[in-house]
């Protein structure tokens, strides 16, 4: 994700999910964030995430793709009750 980002909405509802956060980056890419809240073991093997929520995200980022005139990348920051984030960058990919 680099360093460096303005947030610009939380919370976004859209027809195919709601969009936890909306970052534009200093490269001016447009960022979307999926949060999950976690337990620690099950960041080892895979994004935590099922197949019907992938499907809808992968179509939300689709029609922002299709929307915008710069590049769109939708991650997911799975965070622990620690508080400690593991980010995966463009998780449908």
């Known amino acids: ?6 947030l610009i909405c939380r919370n976004l509802p859209t027809i195919f999910s709601e969009v936890d956060l909306v970052l534009l980056s200093n490269g001016g ?6 949060v999950k809240l ?5 960041l080892v093997f895979a994004a935590p ?4 929520q992938k499907q809808r995200l992968g ?7 299709e929307s915008v ?7 997911l920051a ?3 009750h620690q508080g ?6 463009d998780f449908l990919s």
């Open 38 to 42: 976690v337990d620690f073991d099950e």
């Open 69 to 75: 005139d710069r590049p769109v990348r939708l991650h």
């Open 1 to 6: 994700m680099g360093i460096g980002a303005q």
């Open 78 to 80: 799975a965070v622990n």
């Open 29 to 34: 890419e447009i960022l979307l964030i999926e």
């Open 49 to 52: 995430v099922k197949k019907q």
């Open 84 to 89: 400690e984030v593991l980010v995966f960058e």
């Open 59 to 65: 179509r939300l980022l689709v029609r922002w793709q």
